[in-house]
């Protein structure tokens, strides 16, 4: 079953160039060790929240980006393998000294995919989601999102991906379960749905939310005040190579 490791990243947005360069050194790396594919994504339409956001999770700085990323391997033995070997590869100790942006504030965590519905072709436009959901609910918030995936793929979408995390490891400046305000008895969720474009996106999103069809069971028991989005361009993606 695919497994996923999930980004969020505060890059200096004059920077942007220097770190797509620097994503550019670590595709061999990456899929030497069993990346299937590799995705970077620029924030492009990134609201504040109420409570949380994406921007928030980060830190972000009034002139910096956020950036949603990810890594999909064939299985969680092969990331978790992957992991092991970076951390004595001198490749990746040579990344780690030079990096355009803040590390101490760049959050990952390891995701069990759920559903995923769709080609995982080279898109034009991303939504990064990020939330809470209470472990109990698992397989309700599976089922409705394997619904409203063939939804989103009617009225547009390539892809539609959710991601369930393994237990998250606190970080000391930021992390998925400080950004998402998780409860215990909570796993954090990292999902994506893949757009041909940004204008296809935006002409999708006001007709699914009227759609009868998207309107949730009262059994999801999810706190969707502390769900997390935002809009974003890949800036680079295995895919399409």
């Known amino acids: ?15 942007r160039d220097a770190y797509l360069a620097h994503a550019e050194r670590a595709i061999d790396l990456f899929t030497g060790l069993g990346a299937a594919r590799f995705v970077e994504a620029w924030g492009d339409d990134v609201p504040d929240g109420k409570i949380n956001d994406l921007k928030q999770a980060v830190k972000l700085k009034e002139d910096e980006t956020v950036l949603f990323s ?36 760049m959050m990952f965590a390891g995701f069990e995919t759920i559903v995923d519905t769709g080609a995982a072709d080279a898109p034009g436009y991303i939504d990064g989601i990020v939330l809470a959901v209470p472990e109990a609910n698992r397989e309700a918030y599976r ?18 991906v959710e991601n369930w995390g393994d237990p998250v490891p606190d970080g000391q400046v930021t992390d998925f379960n400080r950004a998402t305000l998780r ?46 989005w935002g809009g974003f361009t890949p800036v680079l993606d295995t895919a399409a190579r």
């Open 70 to 105: 990810w890594l999909e391997y064939p299985d969680k033995a092969t990331r978790d393998a992957a992991n092991e070997r970076m951390m004595s590869d001198p490749a990746m100790a040579e990344m780690a000294s030079d990096m355009p942006f803040d590390g101490s504030r």
């Open 183 to 228: 409860q215990d008895g909570e796993r954090v969720v990292f999902s994506w749905i893949e757009w041909p474009g940004k204008d296809a996106r935006d002409a999708a999103w006001g007709k699914i939310m009227e759609d009868e069809r998207m309107k949730p069971p009262a059994d999801m028991g999810f706190d969707g005040k502390r769900m997390m």
């Open 143 to 160: 089922a409705f999102n394997e619904h409203t995936a063939a939804i989103f793929r009617e009225y547009g979408a390539l892809r539609i």
């Open 1 to 15: 079953m695919t497994y996923v490791e999930g980004f969020l990243t505060p890059v200096p947005t004059a920077n």
